[in-house]
Structure formats: structure tokens, C-alpha cells
């Protein structure tokens, strides 16, 4: 990895900014990062330096600046149909990044679009504009039909503390909890944690007592103390795992959660998984009163990181991505006037849900 990082040298990526803790490790790549902040839909208007500080060689940008910048990037990455939609008029070759599955994207936004004519629409488009799908998971890239690219997240062990479980206390990180209860099977949480002393961090309006990190340092140092993470998903609509609990098993807490056929999880020995919260219940508070239980159970949990989530693999993989975008988009761009509607006088910067650019696009 380290020489093909050496090779995109002064090249230019231009970045949407969506998710904070997965374009970090974009700065591992060996790229100029323009990453496009001010958007609307966002949590945070600007980049929210609680999840990371900005990745290296980067510079904030506004949409209007990149849609006008004289940059020649070498790859645009995206992560909805919108930013596709916002940057049509740039000529350069596009990644969609599908960061949610498909159905998790219409509960969230309890939209009537059917998952059948959505999928239809984004291979459509991607088509017709040469652009490359890259999931985050095999799961992920299932629910939409586009499984050609798979490259998971990556996390480095070594970039966080020894850990050292002191506080007898279970930790979960998660954002707008309330808005994403069936997501998340937050009833099912709260019935098997009941009783259990366990920290939530994130940004959760509503919900008293819960902040998120003061920043990426913060989280680290609740990571290292705290004795078990949670994760719980609804396997209809969410992976077994997100970054944030593939982060929590590279400091090396073991993991609670439920069932799930995609979790990195192996129950008894770097967590618990289990669909009776009575059951999860008396795994955390064995946890609780067992601290060499939660080092050993963690131990293991790390070794899932190192072996299946190392940095060189995310790297390697999605550097690997960005050359097959820009094949596609080459294969395109002699159509590119045509299949981008024109010169993008019209281009959209409002579309913010599935509804806008279905119906945007009929």
C-alpha cells in the first residue's frame, strides 16, 4: 500500500463529507483531500471534530467551490444519490459509497418509494454517468443490489490506549438514537441492559445526560476504562457491526449484542450474542464482576481487528476502487454531455431524500 500511496503524490480526491470517522482514514491513501463541508441534512454544518480531527493534507471546501473549482480531481467520492446529483456538471470519475443498507435508508425515512424502484434508479445512474458503487459491507452492498466492490472499514489497534476496563460500566456509541429505534432494536437494549450501568455517547438531542466526545482523544480514553461495548442491530436493516464497534474491539473491549448472522462476534469468546435479554443481562453483569473475563474476551476481539479491519486492507482495497471508478468513468466520457443532462446549469443542491430525487428524476 505504502507505494501506491506514494503514487497519488499532489493527485486530488474530492470528498463529500458525511461520516467523519470513515473519510479520516481516507487521509491514509496518499491523496490531497478536498472535502465539501456546509451541507444541509447534516448533523453538523462543518466537520464535527468530536468524531475526528481533519484527516491529513486536507482543506474544507463549500459545494459551490467544488462545483466551480478548476481542480482536476482524480476521484470524487459521494455517499447518497444527492452528492451524485450535486457534483453532475464536474467531469471527473465518481464513487458512491453505500454506508446504510437500502431498507435502513427508507425506515429512516419512512419514504413510499419501494426498494425494487430504488435500486433500479441508482444502477440506472450509475450507468449513465460511469459511476462506481463501493459498500462498506457485504450486507450493505446485498440490500442494494451492488455487491461488485466490497471494501469494510478499516481500524488501526495501535491508535488507541492499553486497555484497562476499570470502570465496571458497559459503553455504546451511537448518534439520533431515538430517530433510529427500530434500527437499532432500542427496545431490546433497554430490556436486557435494565439495571446495568452503561454510558451512551453521541449526539442524542432529547435524551438527558448523553454528549457526545469531547473528541477523538476522549473517546479513546472512555474506550480504554470502560469494561464492555454494546451492539445491538435489527438484522433486517443493519449490519452485525459498525465502526464504532469494530473501534471498541481494536481497544479491546469484548462485545455484547444480539444475534446477528454478519457480526464479527464470536459469543463466549470475544463477546455475547444473544436474542433473550434475560440471557444478555446475566453475560453483562458477569462482565461486570469479572474484569480478567472482559481483558481475555477483549484480547480475542482485537485479534478480529487486526485480522479482518487492518488499515492496509481498507487501503489497499479502496485504492484498488478509485482506479476501476476511473476506468468506468473513461469507458463515459465521450457520452458525458448527454448522460449528465448538459452542461449542470440545473444541477440540484437541494435533494435531500430519496422522495426529492425520485421525484427529481421521473
Not at 42 to 66: G, V, Y
Not at 266 to 295: I, W, Y
Request: with cysteine; charged share 20%; proline share 5%.
Amino acid at each position: 500500500m505504502q507505494s501506491t500511496a506514494r503514487q497519488a503524490h499532489r493527485k486530488t480526491l474530492l470528498v463529500f463529507n458525511c461520516h467523519e470517522a470513515w473519510v479520516y482514514q481516507l487521509g491514509t491513501l496518499g491523496y490531497n483531500l478536498d472535502i465539501i463541508g456546509g451541507l444541509d441534512g447534516r448533523p453538523k454544518k462543518s466537520w464535527d471534530t468530536q468524531m475526528r480531527p481533519l484527516p491529513a493534507n486536507s482543506r474544507l471546501i463549500t459545494l459551490s467551490e467544488a462545483v466551480r473549482s478548476h481542480t482536476c480531481y482524480y476521484c470524487i467520492i459521494t455517499h447518497n444519490i444527492t452528492d451524485l446529483l450535486d457534483v453532475k456538471s464536474r467531469p471527473e470519475p465518481r464513487i458512491m459509497v453505500l454506508h446504510c443498507a437500502l431498507e435502513s435508508r427508507l425506515e429512516e425515512e419512512k419514504s413510499g418509494i419501494s426498494p425494487e424502484e430504488l435500486k433500479k434508479m441508482l444502477r440506472e445512474y450509475l450507468a449513465s454517468v460511469g459511476g462506481h458503487a463501493v459498500a462498506t459491507s457485504m450486507f450493505k452492498g446485498e440490500s442494494w443490489g451492488l455487491t461488485e466492490d466490497v471494501v469494510p472499514c478499516g481500524v488501526d489497534p495501535d491508535e488507541y490506549l492499553p486497555y484497562s476496563g476499570n470502570t465496571a460500566c458497559g459503553l455504546r456509541v451511537c448518534n439520533f438514537i431515538e430517530h433510529r429505534r427500530k434500527i437499532l432494536l432500542w427496545d431490546f437494549h433497554k430490556k436486557a441492559f435494565a439495571g446495568i450501568p452503561v454510558r451512551l455517547v453521541g449526539h442524542n438531542p432529547g435524551m438527558s445526560g448523553v454528549a457526545a466526545a469531547d473528541n477523538w482523544q476522549h473517546l479513546k480514553i472512555l474506550l480504554q476504562s470502560h469494561r464492555f461495548y454494546i451492539h445491538t442491530a435489527d438484522p433486517r436493516f443493519e449490519a452485525g457491526y459498525n465502526m464504532a464497534c469494530l473501534e471498541a474491539m481494536a481497544a479491546g473491549l469484548p462485545v455484547l449484542g444480539n444475534q446477528h448472522p454478519t457480526s464479527p462476534v464470536k459469543h463466549g469468546v470475544s463477546g455475547f450474542l444473544s436474542d433473550d435479554p434475560a440471557e444478555l443481562r446475566e453475560c453483562a453483569t458477569m462482565l461486570l464482576q469479572n474484569r480478567n473475563l472482559a481483558v481475555r474476551m477483549g484480547q480475542q476481539a482485537r485479534k478480529v481487528v487486526i485480522e479482518n479491519f487492518s488499515m492496509d486492507r481498507f487501503g489497499t482495497a479502496f485504492l484498488q476502487s478509485i482506479e476501476t471508478a476511473r476506468r468506468k468513468r473513461k469507458s463515459m466520457k465521450s457520452s458525458w454531455q448527454d448522460a449528465c443532462g448538459g452542461s449542470g446549469a440545473d444541477n440540484p443542491l437541494h435533494y435531500r431524500t430519496c422522495t426529492d430525487v425520485m421525484q427529481a428524476n421521473r
